[in-house]
Each structure stands twice: as C-alpha cells, then as structure tokens.
C-alpha cells in the first residue's frame, strides 16, 4: 500500500486508492478480494499478495499495458584483464 501511495506522489499519471476491505465489503466483493493486499490496476489487471518493490512496480506497469523491459546482466563469464 505505501509503495503504490508513493508512486501516485511521484507521477500525476498514478492514482492511488487504498481501502480496508472489512470495512467496505461491497467493494470486496466487486473486485472478488480473496487475500490482501490485493492490487487493482486500472479495473482490468489485479494480483494478490506483497511484492519487492522492483516486482510491485513491474506489475503494476504490466497490468497497465505498458511494456517492461527485464534489467540487463552483466555477463557470468570469466573476466579477462589485459595488463601492460
């Protein structure tokens, strides 16, 4: 919840609303809350549970239809230094 209040401080394109789910039970049921957190995005896109922040905000980029690029490593392989 607080990750998803932060977002919406830092982008105007981000609105955060979080409910308690005991206290408005309509809006449980219409968005069939089974477990909290549970993550509503845009009315389409919805997943339950915490996550890392990095995995949260891609979520919640994926749920809103906007491509997310997995992070590139650096390669595993052994490094070869040249010294001179």
């Known amino acids: 919840m607080s990750l998803a209040n932060r977002m919406a401080l830092a982008s105007p394109q981000v609105r955060a ?23 509503v995005i845009n009315r389409r896109s919805a997943f ?21 690029e997995e992070p590139h490593e650096a390669p595993s392989g052994p490094s070869t230094e040249i010294s001179g």
């Open 17 to 39: 609303v979080c409910v308690e789910a005991n206290e408005f039970p309509h809006l449980s049921a219409q968005f069939r809350v089974r477990g909290v957190p549970h993550t």
């Open 48 to 68: 339950v549970g915490a996550l890392p922040e990095r995995e949260f905000v891609a979520a919640v980029l994926e749920g809103a239809g906007i491509p997310v």
